[in-house]
């Protein structure tokens, strides 16, 4: 959250956490799909952070 802050992009707080690439975080785009899957004792879930074009939702 501090991070995304510094370089302006705090609303992206969310999508900053799975943003691996460089270019990803400066620029505030999503380039390439991340997946972060954990576990709580009663559901299974799945975050995933994909470019926003048609081809990808």
Request: glycine share 8%.
């Amino acid at each position: 959250e501090k991070e995304a802050a510094e370089l302006g992009k705090g609303s992206f707080k969310y999508a900053w956490v799975l943003d691996k690439l460089k270019a990803e975080r400066e620029r505030g785009i999503t380039i390439d799909i991340a997946l972060w899957k954990f576990e709580t004792p009663r559901y299974s879930v799945t975050v995933i952070d994909a470019p926003g074009h048609r081809d990808f939702i």
